[in-house]
């Protein structure tokens, strides 16, 4: 039996230090392409989807529509910060939506100056139709994972979007 030592612990090595530099950056590119593949299949998505609601949707206009119909973003500055994208191309895919008979302009009922966006009952219907789609085709694939996979993925994911 040996007798306990007076130096220091050593600390659990990193992530970097078990796999080593090479096979560390090779999981990092391998996570980047997978997502880089991802992010394709979720543009496919967005414009299959913008299809379904209408012929000359865009897939950024579906995206400015579902944050509205969701109540997510009801105003041209909360769906600008939603999305991450600029102001002109959100107005012209709220004029558009609107011209499509899609979204409305109606009083704040909070503040009577101001004005929300709401979706119409006819987009309700179409987004519904489309989400349903994409629901269950990536629904399919997921349904193949334990809850606890699901689970862990989601939390990883939310560590990435940090």
Known sequence: MSAPSDAPATPDPSPAERLGDTELEQAVT??????GRL???IRVGWREAALTVHP??????YQV???IATG???SAGAIIERLQTDKSAVSRQVRQLEQLGLVESVPDPE????RVLVATELAQERVALAR??????????????T???????ADLLAGLGG
């Open 56 to 61: 000359d949707l865009q897939p950024l206009g």
């Open 111 to 114: 503040d009577r100056r101001a």
């Open 65 to 67: 529509l579902t944050s």
């Open 30 to 35: 391998r996570v980047e392409q997978e997502l």
């Open 132 to 145: 349903s789609r994409y629901e269950g085709r990536i629904g399919e694939r997921l349904r193949n994972w």
């Open 39 to 41: 992010f394709a299949r």
């Open 147 to 153: 809850a606890a996979d699901l689970d862990h993925f």
């Open 72 to 74: 997510k973003a009801t």
